[in-house]
């Protein structure tokens, strides 16, 4: 005899997750990575979701102001541009790439990034001081960045607090 499931086990498949990353709390700014594009900013972190703003172009750079990652999408709760001027105050979501923070280091020596946000994981290589890196996360006061590769696909890695930079007018100092 087959019987109909329970409605209580047809409603539990239908909230199966699918994959959705718990949000990561940080506490950073990073600036946009294209000057010549505009940015959207979305009601969360999904290319479906509704647009709630757009940064404007600036080739003078936009400092962004960010709370927390999650799949490669970055909280954000306000941007100004390079007069100081408020661009953008709410709550969105930007597509992660789409900002960047360079790499900083006091004395110009090269600057290592992790395999994991603890300085205890491995040290998957070196790069020079001054390269502006696209993001790919943030956690704590780490951030994932996409290191370009010559001739090959961009490798991740984690780069720890004062191994970046996220003014694109200031000295992190």
Known sequence: MNRPLPWSILF???LTPTLVQAET???MAAFVANTDS????RAD???EAPIIGRL???AGGTLVFIQGARNGWL??????DASKTRVFTGTGWIHAPLLAVRTFSRDDSLVDYHASPDRQSDVLGSLRAELDVNLLGC?????KVAIPMRGAEDIEGWLPHGAWCGSPWEDCM
């Not at 956690?139 to 951030?143: M, P, Y």
């Open 56 to 58: 404007p172009t600036n």
């Open 45 to 47: 972190a999904d290319l």
């Open 139 to 143: 956690s704590g006061d780490w951030v």
């Open 12 to 14: 539990a498949a239908c």
């Open 25 to 27: 709390a940080c506490d």
């Open 75 to 80: 909280k954000v709760t306000s941007a100004i």
């Open 38 to 41: 505009g940015v959207r900013i």
